[in-house]
């Protein structure tokens, strides 16, 4: 009898092998309140490597998960940190690490933001505490961090690919290691996972997708592919696998908890549960499973890590599980901050709390994204799944049929607003710097060389703070300012990022408005919105005496002109400085164009020292366009010769931190830029 291509090798653990009698409702408790003293966590104080694990019973397996999961509860409220997706997938990384020979077989995470139970498995548990602060354990998996990690991840949609990648290596090099991809059904919606799908089939790949849906990325899941993973929970049916790991159809066990996918009630026509996405691609499907139930998890992957060829296993879990408040909210779960110690508790209070509470740029960009759609029925908006860390959830609630999120899609969101231009309409894309990388072809081809009416809003832009070096957003002025037909403008503060984004709006071309994370200054918005003159710098303020010799032109791009005012100040206030040195320090406003009048008037009054200061890499920035404008064009500066020198990231990746300790780590704080100014100015 000719052997199926997706049959087994010998060797699995049976139905009979494992305790499947233990009740479903007894496999986990649902805690309500997070710990501030480190729990009892006996069993777990015993694993300090997967090998650990290998002579538990499945009871002690179902153990172990109660105490993962209180300890991680406990480790959340310590750092804070990413929190719902890590409750969500405790059992499969327990089952994972159980079944496989780590760090040989290969486990790659999508995204990795779930890799906090796979971390606490494989021996940093006691430094989980330090996630995401400086010199602490990163976000996500990183292969300098330890061997487990097998492939740096913190983009999504990658895991299949890099999968793949490693299955073929190992197999030309005879190497019989197991690779096993966690991927989520938000992050199956990027294309890039469907190309890898594609190309696994064609190399009949020896690969196990594990799909983890749980109905959300960081919001809910949207589009066809949701709508499909529905249909296949809605049928009541599922693809389990024989001891020999063939296709049964048989109908589903009752899973309660999982109802909520039952929104999806419109779609009345279920088609066999056989005729899915994944089996028409060429991979072997099987599920769905629940994702929570132990006993199910080992008995399925047991045999499926054996089937020969690509294989995906779908399972069902629940964002936040065990932790009641995030199982009703995982919006709002998905990340949390540390709890307030005493201390901080007593400081708040003791603090003075200013009248109006700093706005958020993401809140700036949402205001003016209702303001301006409030008068201009032309504007449309697109976002690749960022529809709350965008600020946008008021113009989605007001303005419904003008919203698109695309889900993560970066490639489709920006060739999607190109089609939209062709018709009249003026389309905003709101989207991280660090996503935007993923859309530049699109940028370049489909918008820039067309010069197409459309705007993008920069969020997240320079440094990020916890997240670290995968979503640092200081690329975007040297990938930009290259491709012809862009305008880039860069806001000082809140007030100058609406203006700029009206400014931006009402041009007739391809624009990007680029602002950071987190809080601006204070500084109140005006009303009207204004429109700015485009490549206009301003001067903020000239400090020094007017008959100083040494002259400086400190060039500050976004909201380092904050930090140049308050060094200008420091540097004129020194006593080996005050009597020998003017700063005139200007906001540039614009990256493309410059205001080169304005370079040129400076030159002409005699500037004998010229400084770039911005919150991004050196090599190829903003300072990196003044200085080809002074040596390629400006006579001024070929005649007089005065000093330049550039202030941005040096050549690295920025590991995380707060965002103030990455700041003074590339010596952009206001400390770090005086002690550079003074080794410039005689």
Known sequence: MQQSPHSPQPQSLSASAIDSAVPLSNLQQTYAVIPRERPHTPLLDTVDSPADLKGFSTAQLITLVDELRLFLLYSAGQSGGHFGANLGVIELTVALHYLLDTPQDQIVWDVGHQAYAHKVLTGRRDQLGTIRSKSGLTAFPERAESVYDTFGVGHSSTSISAGLGMSLALRYQGRAQTVACIIGDGAMTGGMAFEAMNDAVQQDADLIVILNDNDMSISCSIGGFSRHLAVLWESGYQVDISDTGEPILCQRPDMQAFDRRKRHNELRDV?????????????????????????????????????????????????????????????????????????????????????????????????????????????????????????????????????????????????????????????????????????????????????????????????????????????????????????????????????????????????????????????????????????????????????????????????????????????????????SCQVHVVNMRWVKPLDTQLLEKLLAQGITHIVTLEEHMIMGGAGSAVNEYLLNESIAFKVNRPAIYNIGIPDRFVAHGSQAQQMADCGLDVEGVVQQLHKLLP
Request: hydrophobic content about 45%; charged content about 20%.
């Open 271 to 579: 088609p066999q549960l056989e005729d899915n996405l994944f089996k028409a691609i060429g991979f072997a499907y099987f599920g769905p499973f629940d994702g929570h139930n132990i006993p199910e998890l080992l008995r399925v992957l047991s045999i499926a890590k054996q089937v020969k060829g690509p294989v995906l296993v779908h399972i069902y879990t629940t964002k936040g599980k065990g932790f009641a408040p995030a199982e009703l909210d995982p919006v709002g779960y998905h990340a949390i901050s540390r709890l307030p110690s005493e201390d901080d508790t007593k400081a708040v209070e003791e603090s003075v709390i200013p009248s109006t509470p700093l706005l958020k740029y993401s809140q700036v960009f949402g205001q003016f994204l209702c303001d301006k759609a409030a008068d201009d029925d032309k504007l449309l908006a697109i976002t690749p799944a960022m529809e709350e860390g965008s600020g946008m959830l008021e113009f989605a609630r007001q303005f419904p049929q003008r919203f698109f999120d695309v889900a993560i899609a970066e490639q489709h969101a920006v060739t999607l607003a190109g089609g939209m231009a062709t018709q009249g309409v003026k389309p905003i894309v709101a989207i991280y710097s660090t996503f935007l990388q993923r859309g530049y072809d699109q940028l370049i081809h489909d918008i820039a060389l067309q010069n197409l009416d459309v705007m993008f809003a920069i969020d997240r832009a320079g440094l990020v703070g916890e997240d670290g070096a995968t979503h640092a957003g200081v690329f975007d002025f040297a990938f930009l300012r290259c491709v012809p037909n862009m305008l880039i403008a860069a806001p000082k503060d809140e007030n100058e990022c609406y203006h700029l984004l009206n400014t931006c709006y009402e041009y007739q071309g391809c624009t990007a408005v680029r602002y950071p994370r987190g809080v601006g200054t204070g500084a109140v918005i005006s009303q009207p919105a204004q429109i700015y003159n485009i490549g206009e710098a301003v001067i903020e303020s000239v400090l020094g005496k007017d008959d100083a010799p040494n002259k400086l032109a400190l060039l500050a791009f976004g909201t380092m002109v904050a930090t140049a005012e308050q060094a200008a100040e420091v540097i004129t206030s020194s006593p080996s400085l005050a009597s």
